[in-house]
T-cell receptor
Framework: DAKTTQPPSMDCAEGRAANLPCNHS???????VYWYRQIHSQGPQYIIH???NNETNEMASLIITEDRKSSTLILPHATLRDTAVYYC????????????FGAGTRLFVKA | EAGVAQSPRYKIIEKRQSVAFWCNPI?????LYWYQQILGQGPKLLIQ????????DSQLPKDRFSAERLKGVDSTLKIQPAKLEDSAVYLC?????????????FGSGTRLTVV
């Protein structure tokens, strides 16, 4: 079973920030938080990952709470192309570990 | 770097027929995964290979599904005989060596429709 809980859907206005929450209360000390997104008819695409510090890249920012039991993915200026299903996953950092997906959050960006 | 290649992109078959999917991972990626994604759900792991050995196939319906990765590079997933409930997108993913920090890279998938 997936170790994360996400809302099934969210709406966001184009140009505004999209804040996608994720609960992972049973996360282990060696597990990282990864975010992927899946646009219709494509495979999931890596967005960002982090352990305990906030992370930022060209796609998004990741805010992890101090107790690491929850996190938020932030898309600073959402566009229509960001409409997708977003998956929050916890897994060990090193390669070779399987990734268990939940149902994710379906984000609708509206004009 | 080239991505994960999958073929065919789409396949329609009748129930009880057989079908095979092919995946070529990113060069040098030792770990290869097959996922099944039913419409409206997240991907479900079917099987995980490390080089040419199976690491985890606990969710693979072995009475009808089989997979191989003979030379530790490309892989095939077969269904025989297919059932209506096998209609789904079959995704292949690969991951790099220990310490790689981008998780998985997925292919675009094969959409299977069983009629």
């Amino acid at each position: 079973d997936a170790k994360t809980t996400q809302p099934p859907s969210m709406d966001c206005a184009e140009g505004r920030a999209a804040n996608l929450p994720c609960n992972h209360s049973t996360i282990s000390g060696n597990e990282y938080v990864y975010w992927y997104r899946q646009i219709h008819s494509q495979g999931p695409q890596y967005i960002i990952h982090g352990l305990k510090n906030n992370e930022t890249n060209e796609m998004a920012s990741l805010i992890i709470t101090e107790d690491r039991k929850s996190s938020t993915l932030i898309l600073p200026h959402a566009t229509l192309r960001d409409t997708a299903v977003y998956y929050c996953i916890v897994r060990p950092y090193t390669g070779g570990f399987k990734t268990i997906f939940g149902a994710g959050t379906r984000l609708f960006v509206k004009a | 770097e080239a991505g994960v290649a999958q073929s065919p992109r789409y396949k329609i078959i009748e129930k009880r027929q057989s079908v095979a999917f092919w995946c070529n991972p990113i060069s040098g990626h030792a770990t290869l995964y097959w996922y099944q994604q039913i419409l409206g759900q997240g991907p479900k792991l079917l099987i995980q290979f490390q080089n040419n050995g199976v690491v985890d196939d606990s969710q693979l319906p072995k009475d009808r599904f089989s997979a191989e990765r003979l030379k530790g590079v490309d892989s095939t997933l077969k269904i025989q005989p297919a059932k209506l409930e096998d209609s789904a997108v079959y995704l292949c993913a690969s991951s790099g060596p220990e310490g790689s920090n981008y998780g998985y890279t997925f292919g675009s998938g094969t959409r299977l429709t069983v009629v």
